[in-house]
């Protein structure tokens, strides 16, 4: 298969197109909906120290993720293509860039993020229920524990399914997303109406923290923790290319599920802030929220009910990622910057040399244990990649001006200027993060963009000596 039919058969004729519209809302919110929600409550109440800030942060998260969207949605509607970030990057600053950027979500974001998930559900979720400590090594000679056989046994399964066909791999997600939203819906639902109101309305206004005026330090510490609960917001740009009517469906599914992910977290502190108190809740640790929850209910029905929420919260999640991440890998091999063998598409007319390729290296990972390290290389990585593309935006604006535009971003140029303001603020929080923290661990945050201007330079110094365009 040459490579103009590899780009028709996966991003050309209508009738290959088989994400429609709730399967791209579900591929954007699953792939935002995941631990962060019972995890992180707890840490931004404890850096601001203010309701009024707590309630703000989650809310400037949700206006984050929107007015990314907007912008992603313009240029997803524009290049209806797999790819993705890196597709408007090669597009916008060309292929070195975008070459760069490719090889960091890749390996870092997306590798590290199927690795870490992976293992997470069995080391904490499914140990939980269980009652069994899973990351106990299988033998005395084989450093490896069964919640990463297990993990590894989870990724391939969930590439088997998108394997089987994107058709298929949408409608697990359907399935997969529609289940932690009906239950986080009642889980707050209970916990505001027939929790007993553990704490009164009073109690809360008559906090220490009604006050409390938060520092800048701490309310960019908390937007870390908020921003990384949201993330996964644009997901659908990755598999733009075998989305219906991607001109409507792309900008609609990440504006939608933006708009519909806020609501959701919202319920879920209030309930959190009338049945844990802000005290309570600020107080919590490493304990997640929603174990907390249940414990001041006395409920094992809510207890169960968070365990099942979070486990099939994160394989929802996972499910999402394996099968748009994996498109990167294709476009990157359409052009000649990956393994070119990963831009042949399957019987089932999907990607499946790449999918492959990307469950081989997240089980390394896994088994490795080495994904700690990559997850923490791509956090400053992250916010780099990601204001590239949203500016991305600004820049095709003004070098062709005249090109179809299918859709255009809502509140340009204020909105995704906003988005750019706040990712702004969040690469100095991650670089303050990073610098304060101890050597081992700033070192790998800063590795991740070394790397990154690594490949940079790499691939202007490889179009260099081969004479051929970076554009």
């Not at 992180?40 to 703000?56: C, E, M, Q």
């Not at 809360?204 to 520092?215: E, G, H, K, Q």
């Amino acid at each position: 298969m040459d490579r103009s039919k590899a780009v028709e058969d996966l991003s050309g004729e209508n009738r290959y197109r088989v994400i429609g519209p709730l399967a791209a809302f579900t591929i954007v919110s699953g792939s935002m909906l995941g631990v962060g929600i019972f995890l992180f409550p707890g840490a931004v109440a404890a850096h601001v120290n203010s309701i009024f800030w707590f309630f703000l942060v989650w809310i400037i998260g949700g206006v984050f993720a929107f007015s990314g969207s907007l912008a992603c949605g313009e240029l997803g509607a524009m290049f209806p293509k797999a790819g993705g970030d890196y597709v408007f990057q090669r597009e916008a600053f060309g292929r070195s860039v975008a070459f760069a950027g490719g090889w960091v979500l890749f390996v870092t974001i997306f590798g590290g993020s199927i690795a870490g998930m992976s293992v997470a559900v069995f080391q904490y979720q499914v140990s939980t229920i269980l009652g069994v400590d899973l990351m106990v090594a299988i033998h005395k000679t084989v450093p490896v524990s069964a919640a990463q056989l297990f993990a590894v046994g989870l990724i391939v399964l969930l590439t088997v399914i998108n394997d089987a066909g994107t058709r298929i791999a949408a409608t697990t997600q359907i399935l997969f997303t529609l289940i932690p939203v009906l239950l986080l819906i009642v889980l707050a639902t209970y916990a505001i109406f027939f929790g007993g109101f553990n704490v009164t309305i009073s109690d809360i206004l008559n906090s220490s923290a009604i006050d409390s005026n938060p520092t800048f330090t701490g309310i960019v510490a908390a937007f870390l923790f908020v921003n990384f609960a949201y993330s996964g917001w644009l997901n659908i740009i990755y598999v733009a290319g075998e989305v219906k009517n991607p001109a409507r469906n792309i900008p609609r599914s990440m504006i939608w599920s933006s708009l519909s992910i806020t609501f959701i977290y919202l319920l879920m502190c209030t309930a959190f802030l009338l049945t844990l108190g802000y005290e309570g809740l600020a107080n919590l640790g490493n304990r997640d929220a929603g174990s907390a929850m249940a414990g001041v209910l006395q409920s094992s029905v809510v207890a169960d009910i968070v365990l099942i929420t979070i486990t099939v919260a994160i394989v929802t999640s996972l499910n999402a990622t394996v099968l748009t991440s994996s498109r990167v890998a294709y476009a990157m091999a359409l052009d000649g910057v990956f393994w070119r063998g990963a831009s042949k598409l399957g019987k089932n007319r999907v990607p499946s040399r790449a999918l492959w390729i990307q469950a081989l290296f997240a089980s390394l990972l896994v088994v490795t244990g080495s994904f700690h390290a990559i997850i923490e290389m791509s956090s400053i990585a992250m916010f780099i990649t990601g204001s590239l593309t949203v500016l991305a935006l600004f820049v095709l604006r003004y070098k062709r001006p005249d090109a179809d535009r299918p859709y255009r971003a809502g509140g340009y140029p204020w909105l995704p200027a906003l988005y750019l303001l706040f990712s702004l603020i969040a690469l100095f929080g991650a670089v303050r993060e990073a610098l304060i923290a101890s050597h081992h661990e700033g070192l790998y945050s800063f590795l991740g963009v070394a790397i990154l201007l690594l490949a940079y330079i790499a691939h202007r110094i490889y179009q260099n000596i081969t004479g051929k365009n970076s554009n």
